[in-house]
């Protein structure tokens, strides 16, 4: 069996497509940013839709990798991308974890910008089909900005607490958006999978540093949403 690595395909979630897309291009490892397993197991059943994963991964000799929290929580991981492609600067840590600071999320300054323009712009700069924007002054001004890559809800109370005009997220509820607007915070919820897709950029950079990797970026959401 040869071990070394030379096809690595990084994508947000793995699923029988991307099964299928990793032994078609012969890939060795594929490195997701959540895992594929969020519990333990004891047993391994071929019949249920992990087991065959598993088994298809055992099957091709495929390796898989996954980051999360740890990624999410990287000086130069999800928020450092997300920051990057919204323009977001002069940011520090919005929900702060560990004693070196580090944590979830970011808040910094854009240049001031009509709140529904900018969500237009975030919509665009992210490359969703769709958006929701959560506010009650279409009219406003806006320029200190809060965002963490995910299911960011958790940080609400962190971004009203820092003043931030705008809270960019994903996964915001009917009553956590009410909350965040009786409190003068405007919520622009991106979605999950835009918010953080974008980071596979970084680890890409990262990894085409060695020349005898290939490396490959798969977009594929888990988790289409169809508007009607």
Known sequence: MNDDINNIMLTLDVDSY?????????????????????SGIKS?????????????LIANGISLYSMHTSFDMADYGVSHK?????????????????????????????????IVEYAKRVKEQLNAEHIKLYCND??????????????????IDDAIQKKADVYITGDIKYHQA????????????AGHYYTEYHAMELIKEVLE??????VAILENNTVKEIII
């Open 138 to 155: 279409e009219k406003k001004l806006i320029k200190r900005v809060a965002f963490c890559g995910g299911s960011g809800s958790d940080f």
């Open 209 to 214: 540093k060695f020349e005898e990797l290939n």
């Open 178 to 189: 009410q909350t965040a607007l009786r409190n003068y915070l405007f919520i622009i919820d």
């Open 82 to 114: 997300l920051a990057e492609k919204l323009n977001i600067v002069d940011y520090h840590v919005l929900h702060e974890v560990n004693s070196d600071l580090s944590g979830y999320g970011g808040i910094g300054t854009i240049e001031s910008v009509n």
């Open 44 to 56: 391994i059943n071929f019949n249920t839709y992990e087991g065959n994963i598993i088994k298809e």
């Open 18 to 38: 991307a099964i299928k897309y990793a032994v078609n291009t012969n890939a060795d490892l594929i490195i997701t940013h959540h895992p594929f397993l969020f």
